[in-house]
């Protein structure tokens, strides 16, 4: 039973529009929320994160949004350029279970220029 | 530049074969896991450690053992290799209480068993 979902397995942008990945989760007990971004051949490096306290953090290019009640978040990238191409999961996390990772099934973003 | 490197970064293996699969970091993490990534799937946890000797089971554990005598160092053991174990194994390692932050991975190991 995933407890992370991605229910879009891909998404194709182009160049200087949004991007805008969903992520739902049924474990109320996770108190952190996490992206992560994969190029073929490489690890997932970290990307942005939110606190379950907040319903929006911002990183530049990058946003964040939590829903809460929804059990929902979304990344919104604004621009995106060619070098988001990439796949996205999104990860959740919750004290009491020493903060390990619960990963979605990842999202392929296409940028086309 | 901080680093968790994994020894290979493509094996193939015969079906049946004992096959280790290294990792180690040089941040002094205490806690250290072993992932797989399967398309759809995306990762999947398979064991992880909070410290030297300790470790506990993920959601996968099944076909898999590991060992951790050091602390940057964690290996992941498929005791008799078989061929829906071929996969991206990703390692990855992070300090207690990086809830905000998560893990810095490997650049993974692609395995495949024939």
């Known amino acids: 039973d995933q407890q992370v979902k991605q229910n879009s397995p891909s998404l194709s942008v182009q160049e200087g529009r949004i991007s805008i990945l969903n992520c739902d989760y049924t474990?109320?007990?996770?108190?952190?929320f996490l992206w992560y971004k994969k190029y073929p051949a490489e690890g997932p490096t970290f990307l942005i994160s939110?606190?379950?306290?907040?319903d929006k953090n911002e990183d530049g290019r990058f946003t964040v949004f939590l829903n809460k009640s929804a059990k929902h978040l979304s990344l919104h990238i604004v621009p995106s350029q060619p070098g988001d191409s990439a796949v996205y999961f999104c990860a959740a996390s919750f004290k009491a279970a020493g903060n390990k990772l619960t990963f979605g099934g990842g999202t392929r973003v296409l940028v086309k220029p | 530049d901080v680093k968790v490197t994994q020894s290979s970064r493509y094996l193939v293996k015969r079906t049946g074969e004992k096959v280790f699969l290294e990792c180690v970091q040089d941040?002094?993490?205490?806690?250290m896991f072993w992932y797989r990534q399967d398309p759809g799937l995306g990762l999947r946890l398979i064991y992880f450690s909070y410290d030297v000797k300790m470790k506990e089971k993920g959601d996968i554990p099944e076909g898999y053992s590991v060992s951790r005598e050091k602390k940057e160092r964690f290996s992941l053991i498929l005791e008799s290799a078989s061929t829906n174990q071929t996969s991206m194994y990703l390692c990855a390692s992070s300090r207690p209480g990086t809830g905000s932050y998560g893990y810095t991975f490997g650049s993974g190991t692609r395995l495949t068993v024939v």
């Open positions: 939110i606190s379950s306290i907040k």
């Open positions: 474990n109320s007990m996770f108190d952190y």
């Open positions: 941040m002094d993490h205490e806690n």
